[in-house]
């Protein structure tokens, strides 16, 4: 489900900077039903990369047979993301905030945390440069709380400050595609809120998965499911063996 309402969010001839597990998966999947012209960046170098079967981490060859380019990352970030020529970014976190702030750093203080996660990467400068962000993540209070402990990748406001305040040229997380519903960034406040729920999910079923008053928008969808030739490519041509979708 998750896969699949992230690959509709895709345009087509958008240029997408995408990370392993997911948002791999989805881009994928909506290069091979709407949007062929897509055009993937992965941080490894691999521009316009056009994989002939799903790969399992940004350094996978199938990522270099085929592409428009393959460069120095350093080119990826200054010439393509910070030069504005990427139109979505994909995030994930252990931690997203009633702001779409994002960590991946630490859980608990920085100096002595509970838990040291595996760091910023390119995400601080894909949430600051990119277009528009999308973030994949399930839905749990432990995920979702008012406040991350560490900002790593900034959202819409971060101490009282908003993007534009900050400087930041891009839109940052508009949308937070959950294994429930979709949360999605209020323009005037920045703060996300429900917009629309998945079959058979309630209000209150995402509300428990927030650890903040949730607000839920005036207009509230319910997302279609998976479509079956969405679910053929994604078990049977993309994923086979179950890398993502096991």
């Known amino acids: 489900m998750m896969?699949?309402?992230a690959a509709r969010e895709l345009r087509d001839g958008e240029v997408t900077f995408v990370g392993i597990g997911l948002p791999n998966l989805a881009c994928n999947l909506a290069r091979a039903l709407h949007a062929p012209n897509l055009v993937l960046i992965y941080e490894s170098g691999a521009i316009g990369a056009a994989p002939d079967r799903l790969p399992v981490s940004i350094g996978d060859p199938s990522l270099v047979t085929g592409s428009l380019m393959v460069c120095p990352m350093a080119d990826v970030f200054q010439l393509f993301l910070q030069n504005g020529r990427v139109g979505v970014g994909f995030l994930g976190g252990a931690q997203i905030d009633r702001w779409g702030n994002i960590n991946t750093t630490v859980v608990g203080s920085y100096?002595?945390?509970?838990?040291r996660l595996p760091g910023?990467?390119?995400?601080?400068?894909i949430a600051v440069h990119a277009r528009r962000v999308l973030v994949i993540s399930r839905l749990s209070a432990r995920s979702f709380p008012a406040e991350v402990d560490f900002v790593t990748s900034p959202g819409q406001r971060s101490h009282g400050r908003s993007r534009r305040e900050l400087g930041m040229p891009g839109a940052g997380p508009v949308?937070?595609?959950?294994d429930k519903a979709i949360l999605e960034s209020d323009p005037s406040t920045g703060e996300m809120v429900l917009t629309a729920l998945y079959?058979?999910?309630?209000?209150?079923?995402?509300?428990?998965?927030?650890?903040?008053p949730l607000r839920v928008g005036a207009a509230l969808d319910t997302v279609a499911g998976p479509t079956g030739e969405e679910l053929r490519l994604l078990r049977e041509v993309l994923d086979p063996r179950g890398l993502y979708l096991s």
């Open 111 to 115: 100096r002595e945390p509970k838990v």
């Open 120 to 125: 910023a990467g390119g995400a601080p400068e």
């Open 3 to 5: 896969a699949a309402v």
């Open 175 to 178: 949308k937070v595609v959950t």
């Open 199 to 212: 079959p058979g999910v309630a209000v209150e079923d995402v509300e428990r998965g927030v650890g903040w």
